[in-house]
């Protein structure tokens, strides 16, 4: 992804439709006066983590992310927030997958899919994780081993995030595709809550119809669009960071040791088709976001990894998003020509889960 102004622009304006969407609330958790650390796991230009700490002047918020943002015009619009920003690169476990394990991979891979099941298959990284752990370790260093220097010995470094404090809140937006190893991310996160702390991570999904949704119809209405969608999702998978809100699947949080997981769905229009007069405010902001995003999300993933049978070059994802664009203005109008009493619109959701206090 892109660190330059328009994407700062365009995280600004999903950062407002996040927030209307929630009809002005940051999270789905309950943050008191005990809450003394909150991290923002992915931060990008930092506007959740500087609301948070605007909000919540007693808690300390960190930011981390692997990237380098303006922070410096997202502090402006609220100079007296104090948040703490690192740089720092969390995944730990990323592994580039075989050949062969993708062409199987996309042999299998079905893109109308639910994205929202966990795993569509089990990640590069998750697989290697297991060969690694059946694997016998080296044995250490021990005083009667002639390498051994007493007066030089470090403690080894383990593998891990490694915070200076636990936190009480750790959340995450918009993380889809970012890492390949969730059950690792999940692990590391309940280690470095506190006890009775909260996860919060939010995100959304935007399918496609499928070729059964579209039984009926001699032509889909929408190729260009058709096309993007197959290509980023096959080019996702062959990256081994499939795109999908799976990882946000309850069994994820259950298996990291999380209680009382809880989701909460919120349906955001795409467009001011709506009669709502607040709908139609976050539909048109929620558009120009979508609009602004596809060159950000395809083309590295298009021209890199490529689709099914190629590697894209820049001209012709250009080119297809132009197309896509005007189909979006066209899609976005208002309810399709089947009937419907609705237009297009993203499915929005907020997964939490707590650490138990006696953890």
Not at 57 to 81: F, L, R, S
Not at 160 to 188: C, N, P, Q
Not at 243 to 259: C, R, S, V
Request: negative net charge.
């Amino acid at each position: 992804m892109p660190c330059d102004q328009p994407e700062q622009d365009r995280l600004a304006l999903q950062h407002q439709v996040y927030l209307l969407a929630l009809k002005g609330k940051l999270t789905t958790t309950r943050i008191t006066s005990a809450t003394r650390r909150i991290l923002d796991l992915g931060t990008g230009p930092g506007y959740w983590a500087v609301a948070m700490a605007q909000q919540y002047p007693h808690a300390e918020v960190v930011g981390v992310d692997m990237a380098v943002w303006d922070i410096e015009t997202t502090e402006a619009v609220a100079p007296n927030a104090r948040v703490t920003w690192e740089i720092d690169d969390l995944d730990v476990w990323g592994v580039e997958p075989e050949l062969d394990d993708v062409t199987l991979r996309l042999e299998r891979y079905n893109p109308y899919r639910d994205h929202a099941n966990r795993e569509p298959l089990d990640s590069p990284a998750k697989q290697k994780t297991k060969a690694s752990d059946s694997q016998t370790h080296t044995q250490p260093h021990t005083p009667s081993d002639p390498s051994f220097d007493l007066y030089s010995l470090e403690p080894e470094v383990q593998p891990g995030w490694h915070f200076s404090d636990t936190f009480d809140l750790i959340h995450m937006r918009s993380m889809k595709g970012v890492f390949a190893y969730w059950e690792g991310v999940y692990d590391e996160i309940y280690k470095n809550l506190s006890p009775g702390g909260w996860v919060e991570i939010a995100d959304y999904d935007m399918t496609m119809p499928s070729l059964e949704e579209m039984a009926g119809i001699e032509e889909f209405p929408f190729p260009a669009l058709r096309k993007l969608y197959l290509g980023v999702m096959q080019a996702s998978f062959k990256s081994g960071r499939p795109i999908g809100t799976y990882y946000m699947h309850p069994t994820y949080l259950e298996d990291a040791g999380f209680k009382d997981v809880q989701t909460t769905y919120v349906n955001v229009p795409i467009g001011q088709w709506p009669e709502d007069e607040e709908q139609r405010k976050i539909g048109k902001l929620f558009l120009v976001s979508v609009m602004e995003m596809l060159e950000a999300n395809l083309l590295r993933l298009l021209t890199v990894w490529g689709d099914a049978e190629k590697i894209w070059s820049v001209e012709e994802v250009k080119d297809e998003i132009e197309r896509g664009k005007k189909e979006i203005l066209e899609w976005s109008r208002g309810p399709d020509r089947q009937g419907k009493t609705e237009g297009w619109c993203a499915s929005f959701k907020w997964i939490v889960g707590r650490k138990s206090k006696n953890a």
